[in-house]
């Protein structure tokens, strides 16, 4: 509660006349930059200050003396009128917020630029005072917060356009994982459908090779021959986009993983082609463990190992196994807390036009049978590998000089 | 510090269910909801042991809304709930955008008003019944912890010293929300509130 003592210290309003104190207090009102009416004990309004006199178009001469619901109307039964009667009788004081159901004046904002809100938004105080000739004031102060109310509401109205196209992306996220899983469906399906008409036609071009050998003669062999040729190749591409299909709809058994002990079953399971090329496998330091699904990244070192034994025309080949922390290593990976493993070769290397889409689908920069021939999936399967573990995988490469596969996995479980 | 008899603990709690019924009513009436309000717990204990009650009840980080008041006995009355909670109260009962993180300027006048609304009727309801004068002053919003929140009372009051600790549920829209409200009685306000209990006891049983 306000209480105002009954003699003021302040020197400069003892030495001035009881009428400059007047003046001087009503300046002091008038220069306030909210609206102040102090209501008398009867009801009457006793100060009108100048900011509620020009926000409500009605001079002080014309309010004081009145009670304030014959000035508004609308402030009967309201909270308002609630409050003020509270401050009067009770000495309560109250707080009234413009969030709540309607409580404010009927004024005007004076700023031009707030068309759509030239009804001012108010907060409202009540509070006694207490002057201490036994009856109670009330002051009720007044401030605009028009501006505030209308920049709430494009918050508002941002949060909640964010809040439903985060709606849309998690529903079309949710469409995507369906599609998805009933694409995986779908290509087991066909891929199991298709198996069985090529096994038939395959089967029967060896029949037709078998017991018509002698009326085709050795064009018809050769053509038959080629049928099976065909076949077997497309039978490689169904079995391949199986595989990659299921990448991407099975769960990954994600567990504590020593590389070092996955890389050393790749190696010890390709021991014999290494032997035959005369491929030299370095690993300086020992690979870490990583949080990882241990069957995928095998698939990942395999297909890596087996890229690099393929591609390489050099008398002494080599692969290199090694590994850094991202921090260690500028540039390609943007998740400071991943290791980042790199498989190098002295092979043919990569021509720089090709370095990007060597991950795609079904890609091969060499004739189909050059290099030991290949479906051109491996790659993609192996960037979907590390992309489903939060990594990445990129290639550095000269042509002629030999490659260097990075990918990266992170430290912990995302 | 004075322990409440039987008496006197029934008649507060009855005092506190109608000025906080009275309250429920106002907030329904504000935000056209039906909002209910009830008071499972009356209890006197030294204004430590609230703060750290009021730790564990609600959360190391609370919104309070402290109110002086003066009169027959005077002091500071503080509704206090968890943060996370109070912007649950304050968006429910403004059917505002839950998306937004932090509580909005408006959002926490908003939540000051409602502090306002049961802290008043709660203390209208003593004066009323107990036949005294209260004012109050203007409420003030309050952040950090609850030890923080009973220490920035006014009314002189010292870590020893007895407050009134009740607890309070809010129910709306199908939600339960956790609330409390602690009066810090000023140095010999306590002595005076129990002399009115018990004044207002001996006029029920000589009537």
């Given at each position: 509660m306000l209480r105002v003592p009954?003699?003021?210290?302040a020197t400069s309003l003892e030495n001035a006349g009881s009428q400059n104190k007047v003046r001087l207090l009503e300046g002091v009102l008038d220069a306030a930059e909210l609206g102040l009416i102090a209501i008398a004990?009867?009801?009457?309004?006793?100060v009108w200050n100048r900011w509620i006199a020009r926000a409500s178009s009605i001079p002080s001469k014309q309010a004081s003396g009145k009670r304030l619901e014959r000035l508004?109307?609308?402030?009967?039964?309201t909270r308002l009128e609630t409050a003020v009667t509270a401050a009067l009788t009770r000495g309560q004081s109250s707080s009234l917020s413009h969030a709540f159901a309607a409580t404010s004046l009927p004024l005007v904002c004076?700023?031009?630029?707030r068309a759509a809100f030239s009804r001012m938004q108010q907060s409202i105080r009540v509070e006694p005072i207490n002057?201490?000739?036994?009856q109670r004031h009330c002051l009720v102060h007044i401030t605009d917060v028009t501006a505030i109310v209308q920049r709430e509401r494009v918050l508002q109205e941002k949060a909640k356009r964010c809040q439903e196209l985060a709606d849309v992306v998690e529903a079309r996220a949710q469409e995507l994982t369906k599609s998805n899983e009933a694409l995986g469906d779908f290509s087991y399906i066909v891929a199991h459908d298709l198996k069985e008409p090529l096994r038939g036609m395959r089967m029967y071009a060896q029949c037709l090779s078998d017991d018509y050998a002698d009326r085709l003669g050795d064009s018809g062999l050769e053509q038959l021959q080629q049928i099976d040729n065909q076949g077997a190749r497309l039978q490689d591409l169904i079995d391949a986009l199986l595989e990659f299909s299921q990448v991407g709809c099975v769960d990954l058994a994600l567990g504590e993983t020593s590389i070092q002990g996955i890389v050393d079953e790749v190696l010890q399971s390709l021991r014999a082609s290494l032997e035959e090329k005369g491929v030299s496998v370095r690993i300086p330091e020992e690979l870490p463990n990583v949080y990882c699904d241990h069957i995928r990244i095998a698939e990942v070192f395999r297909n890596l190992i087996t890229n690099a034994l393929k591609y390489n025309d050099k008398d002494d080949p080599w692969i290199e196994l090694s590994w850094h922390h991202?921090?260690?290593?500028?540039?390609?990976?943007?998740?400071?807390?991943a290791i980042v493993f790199s498989a190098r070769d002295n092979g043919i290397g990569i021509d720089e036009k090709h370095l990007e889409s060597?991950?795609?689908?079904?890609?091969?920069?060499?004739?189909?049978?050059?290099?030991?021939?290949?479906?051109?999936?491996g790659l993609a399967i192996v960037k979907k590998i590390v992309e489903r573990h939060g990594g990445r995988i990129w290639v550095e490469s000269e042509h002629g000089v030999g490659s260097c596969f990075h990918f990266s996995l992170p430290m912990k479980d995302k | 510090m004075s322990n409440l008899t039987e008496d006197q603990r029934d008649l507060i709690g009855e005092l506190v269910n109608l000025g906080i019924g009275r309250g429920a009513r106002s907030l329904s009436e504000m935000t056209n909801e039906e909002v209910m309000l009830s008071v499972p717990c009356v209890d006197l204990r030294t204004r430590s042991n609230a703060a750290a009650d009021l730790e564990t009840a609600l959360s190391p980080q609370i919104v309070a809304i402290r109110q002086e008041f003066s009169g027959a006995f005077a002091g500071d009355a503080i509704l206090l709930f968890p943060q996370s909670a109070s912007v649950e109260l304050i968006r429910v009962l403004l059917a505002?955008?839950?998306?937004?993180e932090a509580m909005t300027e408006l959002e926490q006048e908003a939540l000051s008003e409602v502090g306002n609304v049961i802290l008043n009727a709660c203390l209208s309801s003593f004066g009323d019944m107990l036949e005294v004068e209260l004012s109050t002053a203007l409420p003030v919003e309050h952040r950090g912890s609850p030890e923080e929140a009973l220490e920035?009372?006014?009314?002189?009051?010292?870590?020893d010293d007895a407050v009134l600790y009740i607890s309070i549920d809010f129910s709306l829209q199908g939600r339960q929300i956790k609330g409390y409200v602690v009066f810090v009685l000023g140095v010999g306000s306590l002595k005076s509130f129990q002399e009115h209990v018990d004044r207002y006891l001996e006029r029920m049983s000589v009537s």
């Open positions: 009954h003699k003021t210290h004990p009867d009801g009457r309004i006793a508004f109307p609308e402030i009967v039964n004076d700023h031009q630029d002057i201490g000739d036994g991202a921090s260690n290593l500028k540039g390609g990976v943007d998740d400071d807390a060597v991950f795609g689908v079904f890609k091969r920069l060499h004739e189909r049978e050059a290099f030991g021939g290949g479906t051109g999936v | 505002n955008n839950p998306a937004l920035s009372a006014s009314c002189g009051a010292t870590n």
